[in-house]
């Protein structure tokens, strides 16, 4: 697995951690059965202690995105429930759509920037 992490930056290690993995299942990368590295050998392969990795992996787990158990380790799980789904990308798009609104960004705008992400690969 090709993950890419910023030291630097203010994101913390185990949210760019979570975050590259959903990119990944969304682009194809990572499909629905597909195991994942074990705790021990990410973090070795990455240079990060194993409950950054554990964390985002628990994280991934309490979405929906993994599965795990203590013999086969974490897969890819299957597609989510769409309705829960909806209603989670809502309460995400809510809090975005009101920063825009408090930045002065129009809709045409938001929706430009959504069908450009939403159009191209992960």
Do not use: F, H, M
């Given at each position: 697995m090709l993950l890419s992490l910023d030291f630097s930056g203010d994101v913390p290690i185990y949210q760019q951690l979570r975050?590259?993995?959903?990119l990944g299942i969304a682009a194809g990368d990572l499909r629905p059965g597909e195991k994942l590295p074990t705790i021990r050998a990410l973090s070795s392969e990455l240079g990060i202690n194993m409950m950054t990795v554990s964390k985002?992996?628990?994280?991934?787990?309490?979405?929906?995105?993994?599965?795990?158990?203590?013999?086969?380790?974490?897969?890819?799980?299957?597609?989510?429930?769409?309705?829960?789904?909806?209603?989670?990308?809502?309460d995400a798009l809510r809090l975005i759509v009101a920063e825009a609104r408090?930045?002065?960004?129009?809709?045409?705008?938001?929706?430009?920037?959504?069908?450009?992400?939403?159009?191209?690969?992960?």
């Open positions: 975050n590259q993995i959903v985002a992996y628990q994280i991934l787990k309490q979405e929906g995105y993994i599965a795990s158990d203590r013999r086969s380790g974490a897969w890819v799980a299957p597609r989510t429930d769409e309705g829960a789904a909806l209603r989670k990308l809502e408090v930045s002065g960004i129009g809709l045409d705008t938001v929706e430009e920037i959504i069908r450009n992400l939403y159009s191209r690969p992960s």
